[in-house]
């Protein structure tokens, strides 16, 4: 079975501040592949990274960050100096790379807002 | 033109009425998928379609079916619509196990 825990249900910051919103993931399968998506008050699903399983590199892509530890099956994302287009809903998820399906199990997602 | 599309993107509907959804990509992916998005329950999965003869059903399928006519094109169909059918339905694409890209969504409200 597999699972991603997004326990953070909302966080709140004021514009420029950083934020890190965390991911915990479960699966028995050692070959994996860890997402995160937005989705904006406008609605529809904006991908925005994706990780495989032996690859611990950290991601920078301009202000978003991740960092994928699989000693603590942890895959959180940072958003340094948050701007208030960063206010949105944000899911992490997970594929097993063990079958031929690749389902996407969906965290709960955590609503980002941020305040001018 | 945006990979993805779905049409409609709003719809409005009455318990008992049949109701399309539609998918389009031009990603020339091979694998097409409909999730629901409803408020604390995240996204689950509806059906997903491996090619043009490959439907399976994924978590939630009871009232639902779905038709693939072309690899670009897959379709949900609500037979009769029933209020706990409102929800926000996603269309997503993927080529294999690599990530899905998600459509506009449409929401959907059943009276």
């Known amino acids: 079975a597999q699972k991603v825990t997004q326990a953070q249900t909302e966080i709140s910051v004021v514009e420029k501040e950083d934020v890190t919103l965390d991911c915990v993931y479960e699966t028995r399968d050692t070959t994996y592949y860890l997402f995160w998506y937005k989705q904006p008050p406008s609605g529809e699903l904006v991908f925005l990274i994706r990780?495989?399983?032996?690859?611990?590199q950290n991601e920078i892509s301009g202000r978003y960050s991740w960092n994928f530890q699989k000693s603590t099956s942890s895959f959180n994302f940072t958003i340094t100096a948050s701007q208030v287009v960063d206010s949105a809903v944000y899911f992490c998820a997970l594929i097993n790379g063990g079958t031929s399906y690749g389902k996407l199990t969906f965290g709960q997602g955590t609503i980002l807002t941020v305040h001018p | 033109d945006a990979d993805v599309t779905q049409t409609p993107r709003n719809r409005i509907t009455k318990t008992g009425k049949r109701i399309m959804l539609e998918c389009s990509q031009t990603?020339?992916?091979?694998?097409m998928y409909w999730y629901r998005q409803d408020p604390g329950l995240g996204l689950r999965l509806i059906y997903y379609s491996f090619d043009v003869k490959d439907i399976n059903k994924g978590e939630i399928s009871d009232g639902y079916s779905v038709s693939r006519q072309a690899q670009a094109k897959f379709s949900l169909s609500l037979e009769s619509a029933i209020p706990n059918q409102t929800a926000l339905y996603f269309c997503?694409?993927?080529?294999?196990?690599?990530?899905?890209?998600f459509g506009p969504g449409t929401r959907l409200t059943v009276l």
């Open positions: 990603k020339g992916h091979d694998r």
């Open positions: 990780r495989n399983s032996f690859d611990e």
């Open positions: 997503a694409t993927s080529e294999g196990r690599d990530t899905q890209y």
